[in-house]
């Protein structure tokens, strides 16, 4: 797991207390979820667009002891069917997709109590630095084939929240990565 990612899943440290169903949208391989059934959650659902990654993942949750509580599934998570859970993980696919706005609503809409992100920090001298980072692996991407990334406006993301009731509880930084946890109010 990457550290972005132990980040998030060391900020959501009360599901063995809370032990609740999770959806994470671009769950790519599986790791975080896998790690959220280790530390007590219920159930993990994924949806991510790589039908590989898919693979991964569930060869992970069964190797894991968790086959039978995780699902993962090949889909655009904005548009998946899905259905509502207590908790869902944004982790690392903000940055993926152009509309931040439909992803976060979608994250709204399907979770319970508690919605988790990471995403590159857009505001101050992180913001900064990110812009440059990310122009300059775009400008590769458009040579080489590879796939845009976005740095989004955090503050826009966290007004969106705001506006339905998500209040954040825990954020931290990795490098230039924010990392948040956002209860329903």
Partial sequence: MVDVSAGLLDLLR???????????????????????????????TGVD??????????????????????SFTVGNAVDAAAEPHDWVILDRVICCYAHADRMVARAIELAGERIGITLP????????????????????????????????????????LADRGFRPTATRHVGLWHIGVYDRA
């Fill in 14 to 44: 009360d599901a063995p207390l809370r032990r609740p169903a999770v959806l994470e949208l671009g769950s790519g391989t599986g790791a975080l979820s896998v790690a959220l059934l280790q530390v007590g959650a219920t159930r993990a």
């Fill in 49 to 70: 667009l790589s039908a590989s990654s898919v693979e991964v993942a569930r060869r992970r949750a069964d190797g894991a002891g968790f086959g039978t509580q995780a």
């Fill in 121 to 160: 920090d857009s505001r101050g001298w992180r913001g900064l630095a990110n812009h440059v980072v990310w122009t300059a692996e775009n400008a590769w991407d458009l040579l080489s084939g590879g796939c845009r990334g976005y740095v989004h406006d955090l503050r826009r993301i966290e007004r969106q």
